[in-house]
């Protein structure tokens, strides 16, 4: 990690700051993040501005998300994947978000700490991208059958994984030790992928998100007002 962005990363002690880095990463502001030595992929340029407003939201921070896609992919292939974000959250701000996005209707996967120390967990992971081959015989039993899974979200991970890993490099001891200690939650906008509906909304998710964070304030933006 360059040094200038070191240094924004050693400044956070809590999932709060986190978020706020994370947000100013999206922004292009700063150019690497401890687990992604470079600017954001290209396709999350479209969902940056709703990412940015959700970890500046308060007692969150994301470390992973893909918009929906429907097409042919880099290979030739059809490519489908299904609108999805990996965060964490302080333990006053995760129970309200998993309930409030279960009765949107999306699929939620959550875990609560303490996590594992030093074994990550993948029993629960949900199959979020898929490709077929266009010689590949169509299921006829409504399953995945015909579609190779290449993405799980959705995986528990453990408290080692993202110390090291996740928010590891670079970050304060003292985040490491709240990234450890946070729910971890994963929202899902779930579908067969054999049964993928014609008139798809692939910004449902993301509009959702963007009016639950702009229900909310941060405990910074609320000091800023004080």
């Known amino acids: 990690m360059k040094r200038r962005d ?13 978020g706020q880095k994370t947000a100013l990463w999206l922004e ?8 992604y030595l470079g600017p954001p992929d290209d396709e ?5 501005p709703v990412l940015a407003k ?34 964490l959250a302080d333990p006053n701000v ?19 700490p303490p996590l594992p120390r030093r074994k990550n967990g993948y029993a629960e992971a949900v199959n979020v991208t898929a490709r077929h081959e ?20 959705g995986c528990k991970l453990s408290q080692d994984t993202l ?7 670079g970050c304060s001891r003292a985040a490491q030790d709240a990234a450890g200690q946070a729910y971890q939650v994963t929202i899902v906008d779930w579908r067969e992928f054999d049964e993928w509906p014609q008139e798809s909304a692939p ?3 993301w509009r959702w998100l963007d009016a639950w964070a702009g229900q909310r304030t941060s405990p910074s933006q609320q000091e800023d007002k004080g």
């Open 54 to 87: 959700l970890n500046r939201s308060g007692g969150i921070v994301t470390y992973g998300s893909q918009p929906e896609f429907d097409g042919t992919g880099y290979d030739g292939a059809h490519w489908r994947q299904m609108a999805a974000i990996e965060l």
């Open 6 to 18: 070191r240094r924004h990363w050693r400044e956070p002690t809590d999932i709060t700051g986190l």
């Open 28 to 35: 292009g502001e700063i150019g690497e993040t401890p687990n």
């Open 163 to 169: 110390r090291t890993y996740v928010f590891g490099a």
């Open 203 to 205: 910004d449902r998710l």
């Open 94 to 112: 995760a129970p309200g978000l998993v309930k409030a996005a279960a009765r949107e209707g999306f699929l939620v996967v959550d875990y609560a």
């Open 134 to 153: 266009p010689d590949w015989p169509k299921s006829d039993r409504g399953d995945w059958g015909a579609w190779e899974v290449t993405t799980d979200f």
């Open 44 to 48: 999350t340029k479209g969902i940056a």
